[in-house]
C-alpha cells in the first residue's frame, strides 16, 4: 500500500524532472515509488474485481422484485 507522503514526493519528484533538476539518486526513487504506485492500483483494482458477483438474467429480476440492490447485499442504498 503507498501513503500519502509516498505520492506526494512522487509528485516533488516529477516536478524536478519537468525542471531538469533531477538527480541520478533521485531518479531511481522515483522508479521505485513509481512501481510501488502501480503495484498499489494493479492489488485495489484486483481486489475491486474479486468482488464482482455475476448473476443470472433471473437473480437479477428476483433482486429486482424483492427491491434489493443488484449486487445482492441488502444494506446497499447504491443503484447499478
Known amino acids: 500500500m503507498i501513503t500519502k507522503e509516498q505520492i506526494k514526493r ?3 519528484l516529477y516536478k524536478k524532472q519537468v ?3 533531477l538527480t541520478e539518486e533521485e531518479k ?13 492500483v494493479k492489488e485495489s483494482l484486483k ?7 455475476i448473476v443470472t438474467l433471473e437473480e437479477y429480476e428476483k433482486l429486482q422484485k424483492e427491491n434489493k440492490c443488484t ?3 441488502e444494506h446497499c442504498q447504491h443503484k447499478h
Open 71 to 73: 449486487c445482492g447485499h
Open 19 to 21: 525542471e531538469g533538476t
Open 47 to 53: 481486489a475491486q474485481l474479486d468482488n464482482i458477483k
Open 10 to 12: 512522487i509528485n516533488e
Open 28 to 40: 531511481e526513487e522515483q522508479a521505485y515509488l513509481r512501481r510501488l504506485y502501480v503495484d498499489s
